[in-house]
Nanobody
């Protein structure tokens, strides 16, 4: 089992920045990919960013150039740096972990709310 705990959400104005953190623990040897997803009210969950152990990343089209995913292995923490935030970025953000992208994400955090005011 792997445990994920997100933090760092909050209220920010349009154009502002925020950094989310996801602390992971447990059987992390089985984890090769970590990601951030988000879900706005009335919408489906969507991919925000993925980071593989080899360092390769993928981003959702709506956040490319504005968000950056990174990882600190010493702290067992994955980050999502969000800049130039827009009201449409308002959502609950979830951290996720899995063995491979193709296999899907087996572990999910509880989510953290990000609200961008206009």
């Amino acid at each position: 089992q792997v445990q994920l705990v997100e933090s760092g959400g909050g209220l920010v104005q349009t154009g502002g920045s925020l950094r989310l953190s996801c602390a992971y623990s447990g059987n992390i040897r089985s984890i090769n990919v970590m990601g951030w997803f988000r879900q706005a009210p009335g919408s489906q969950r969507e991919l925000v960013a993925i980071l593989r152990d080899g360092g390769s990343t993928n981003y959702g089209d709506s956040v490319k150039g504005r968000f950056t995913i990174s990882k600190d292995n010493a702290k067992n923490t994955v980050y999502l740096q969000m800049s130039s935030l827009k009201p449409e970025d308002t959502a609950v953000y979830y951290c996720a972990a899995g063995e491979t992208v193709a296999a899907g994400f087996d572990y999910w955090g509880q989510g953290t709310q990000v609200t961008v005011s206009s």
